[in-house]
């Protein structure tokens, strides 16, 4: 055991760095403070209802806290017979977020580089160029947690695949199918798709590798070892792939259900809304000069020394009040914020480093291992995938025919897959340094990569607007907009325009020499290293320190330890007066409609009510389709009726101020209908509700129609009314002395809701294009809606089934590795 530790000492002591970098970086985590991370706090809003019965120590996989009601696999789902699942809250039980993703970043790609054979501070070098790429810390500022988990996972994954592939079959496949499985369980399957991209270009690059040496066998061989890694990983997650993958067919995701009343495509996003955020093509200058593109779209740069101020103060307005006016111009008036691109918004750059962007270069001159053609195969399609609407060619390809490609939006994430190529291919750049004894080649590639880095760098400080324009897409109208808020003065408003120009070259050429000194100084320890002044280890720990200041300063810059705030018991703002007053009433089900905001993006109102809008990327398709036909020009009040909308939120928009109002036309949890209007597709449909009475009349598809036969009855008197609400139990009683068709005011969903009358499985449809109804006999009767999908259930137990797997696959893998070891000692 001794031995044991005195072998990997350097690689504990590396890991304790990596810990120590952690504390230094996220000290405010460590003294219990949390990261306010918007997109995470409007998660929140949709996990109301989960999480109070969670407190009661309940799991609910249906909510009505938003849109109605959707199932919850894609909001918080506990999947306990995953092993994965444990892990994972083993290590936030241990670290504070974000840290515990910080370390799997850090150490699983250490872990990488170790298996591509570097020395342990070539590889740490590694490991904190792929973990501070500006991108990586952007994601956890803005909340995009299982996003940066998937991340995490892809240097280990590759690892585990390339040790398999070099004949650790046992080991690498175990660490595959566990990696892998961790993978999957971050529950982001656009990461994920684009990390099987990469995978496939490395085994196209090793079937061409093998077919050559002629050793197809061996590469067999190693192909079914990692087939039975997949295997297992993808039993381990069964649950929540079934699960998934059953719910994003009802998706916006999914298939439109209309044919002439919707611009969306007949399956997947809408082109427009997937390329929203698309990497422009000069933009990738930020991967060596962050700002490039003025950074990202606030405004801490707008100080008392930006031209946009000094616009102001030269027409004698005082510094303090310029600054505010610059810095509200670049809030409020399109083209006017220091980023200038064509996203909508972003965060900040995908920077990798002017050290590393250095030796990229220079690993694409001198490095031999084939990898590089991977490596230099997957960054060509990555970066071109990311262009998106920038650049639709081969986008548009992948768009139209690659299956699932049209499910993601903010193609631009795909760089995460080039955010890590980039370190490889530099850390074997530094590899081949240390191995190719050919001095002068390797002095000439040196010079030959700070030519290009360097010289670009340069042109930047000479000639920045020779590059680039600096002018946003939409400037030219935020001027005009400008120059009418500012009573016709033109030419302040063209002083104002040019003066953002001046600070947006400005911030370019500043990061420019700061990326031209770090490019200087990475050729400068390489070219030591060449003329033989400093050994291997000096220029490994050089690398490490320079690639490590040279991020960090970046970073800093988009995390700060301002952004930690002290932890509260919750992140739930405060109610607002209409909310008080709302929740007085006892009924347990009804919804609000609040008109003063989005629909499609409503954080505040399910803080509070189970409300009619809300907040998800995976809203059911069928609801998304009603709010483009029934709200986007007015509010279709019968559609509030029959979705039981019991009170309805209204604002002035002079005092801000909101006010309430009963809905005293809403038809309550369930209600019988006097007769049923057929529709001979959901085009029709969508067009009969666009004005009926919902409390007389049902619109149903024909496809319904032998449930119902070919008369309906109606009776005074009759009665129906929910008894007990839970989201996934509900209770109603009815009293009826004709058959009649009951409509509930809840949503259809196909995929596990079962309606038990008096305990007897009994059939239901789906009526006004989105809610339930179902035929109910005469008498008095007790009518239950169960949801238990069996993609949630029956996955839990083949879930459980690959958790065993997998332990076992470690097990043998940790078995056979030591008993080798201990052959090889006798």
Same mark, same amino acid.
């Given at each position: ?395 548009? =390809?992948? +768009?139209?025919?690659?299956?699932? !490609?049209? @499910? ?5 994430? &795909? /760089?995460? $897959?080039?955010? #890590? ?99 200087? =100084?990475? +050729?400068?320890?390489?070219?030591? !290293?060449? @003329? ?5 280890? &000096? /220029?490994? $720990?050089?690398? #490490? ?282």
């Amino acid at each position: 055991m001794n031995n044991w530790f005195k072998r990997n000492g350097i690689h504990f002591a590396i890991i304790g760095i990596f810990f120590i970098m952690c504390f230094v970086y996220f000290t405010p985590a460590f003294q219990g403070k949390v990261l306010g991370q918007s997109d995470v706090t409007g998660a929140q809003s949709t996990q109301t209802e989960i999480n109070a019965y969670k407190e009661k120590g309940e799991t609910i996989l249906w909510t009505n806290q938003i849109f109605g009601g959707m199932p919850v696999f894609q909001i918080w789902v506990p999947y306990t017979n995953n092993i994965t699942s444990h892990v994972i809250t083993a290590l936030k039980t241990v670290f504070p977020n974000p840290i515990d993703t910080v370390m799997i970043l850090l150490a699983g790609a250490y872990f990488l580089f170790i298996v591509l054979r570097l020395n342990p501070w070539l590889a740490a070098a590694g490991a904190v160029a792929f973990t501070f790429s500006s991108y990586n810390i952007i994601y956890i500022v803005a909340g995009h947690s299982n996003q940066t988990f998937a991340i995490a996972f892809f240097a280990p994954i590759l690892a585990s695949i390339i040790l398999t592939l070099r004949g650790k079959h046992v080991l690498g496949g175990a660490l595959t199918a566990f990696f892998l499985a961790m993978e999957i369980r971050a529950n982001h399957l656009q990461m994920t798709y684009y990390l099987m991209l990469a995978v496939f270009i490395l085994v196209i690059v090793e079937v061409v590798y093998a077919a050559r040496n002629k050793i197809l066998p061996a590469l067999l061989k190693s192909t079914g070892f990692l087939v039975a890694g997949l295997c297992i990983a993808v039993a381990v997650n069964a649950s929540m792939l079934w699960s998934n993958a059953e719910y994003a067919k009802e998706t916006i995701r999914g298939k439109s259900n209309l044919t002439s009343t919707t611009k969306e495509p007949n399956n997947g996003l809408a082109k427009d809304y997937a390329y929203e955020y698309s990497q422009g093509v000069a933009e990738c200058f930020t991967f060596l000069i962050p700002n490039a593109y003025g950074g990202g779209s606030g405004t801490e740069t707008i100080d008392q020394n930006s031209n946009i101020t000094k616009a102001f103060t030269a027409k004698q307005i005082p510094e303090e009040e310029a600054v505010k006016y610059a810095t509200q111009i670049s809030n409020q008036f399109p083209g006017f914020s220091t980023y200038w691109g064509n996203k909508t918004f972003t965060s900040g750059p995908w920077y990798f480093g002017a050290a590393i962007c250095f030796l990229f270069v220079l690993g694409l001159i001198i490095v031999k291992d084939r990898l590089k053609w991977w490596i230099l195969a997957t960054v060509i399609l990555t970066m071109f995938l990311s262009f998106g609407r920038n650049f639709p060619y081969i986008s548009d =390809l992948f +768009f139209n025919y690659f299956p699932l !490609y049209n @499910k993601f939006r903010a193609v631009e994430s &795909i /760089l995460a $897959v080039t955010m #890590l190529c980039f370190p490889i291919l530099s850390i074997l750049a530094i590899k081949e340094l240390t191995e190719n004894t050919d001095k002068k080649a390797l002095q000439k590639s040196a010079l030959l990569s700070l030519y290009i880095t360097g010289g670009l760098a340069l042109l930047f400080v000479i000639l920045p607007d020779v590059i680039l324009n600096f002018r946003a897409h939409d400037q030219a109208e935020g001027t005009t907009a400008l120059a009418q808020a500012l009573q016709g003065d033109n030419n302040l408003a063209s002083a104002v325009s040019n003066g953002i120009v001046q600070d947006r070259i400005s911030l370019a050429r500043a990061d420019a020499i700061r990326s031209l000194i770090f490019v200087a =100084l990475a +050729f400068g320890i390489v070219f030591a !290293y060449i @003329k033989q002044k400093i050994n291997v280890t &000096i /220029l490994s $720990v050089a690398v #490490l320190a320079l690639v490590l200041v040279d991020l960090w300063q970046v970073d800093k810059r988009y995390l700060k330890n301002e952004n930690f705030a002290e932890k509260q018991l919750s992140n739930k703002p405060e109610p607002r007066e209409v909310d008080t007053f709302i929740a007085r009433d006892p009924d347990p089900n009804f919804r609000v409609f609040d008109a003063t905001v989005n629909p499609k993006v409503d954080f505040m109102n399910p803080f509070f009510h189970k409300s009619f809008s809300g907040y998800s990327a995976a809203r059911l398709k069928r609801f998304e389709e009603l709010l483009d036909n029934q709200f986007s020009r007015s509010v279709n009040q019968d559609v509030l009726d029959m979705l039981n909308v019991k009170y309805i939120i209204t604002g002035n928009q002079q005092t801000q101020a909101l006010s309430m109002q009963a809905n005293s036309t809403t038809c309550g949890n369930a209600w019988f209908v006097k007769s049923v209007k057929y529709a001979k597709n959901a085009d029709e449909e969508m067009k009969a509700i666009s004005s009926f009475d919902p409390k007389l009349e049902a619109i149903v598809d024909e496809q319904y129609k032998t449930l119902i036969g070919d008369k309906t009855t109606f009776a005074d008197g009759s009665t129906i009314k929910l008894t007990s609400y839970n989201p996934d139990h509900l209770v109603y009683q009815s009293g009826t002395t004709a058959p009649q068709i009951a409509v509930f005011s809840e949503i259809f969903y196909d995929k596990g809701w079962t309606m038990l009358i008096d305990g007897k499985e009994s059939p239901y449809f789906r009526a006004n294009y989105l809610l339930r109804a179902a035929q109910i006999p005469v008498g008095n009767h007790k009518i239950e809606f169960i949801f238990h999908p069996a993609s949630y259930y029956t996955g839990e137990g083949i879930s459980l089934a690959g958790s065993v797997l997998l332990v076992l696959a470690i097990g043998a893998a940790g078995y056979i590795e030591t008993k080798n070891k201990g052959i090889k000692k006798a």
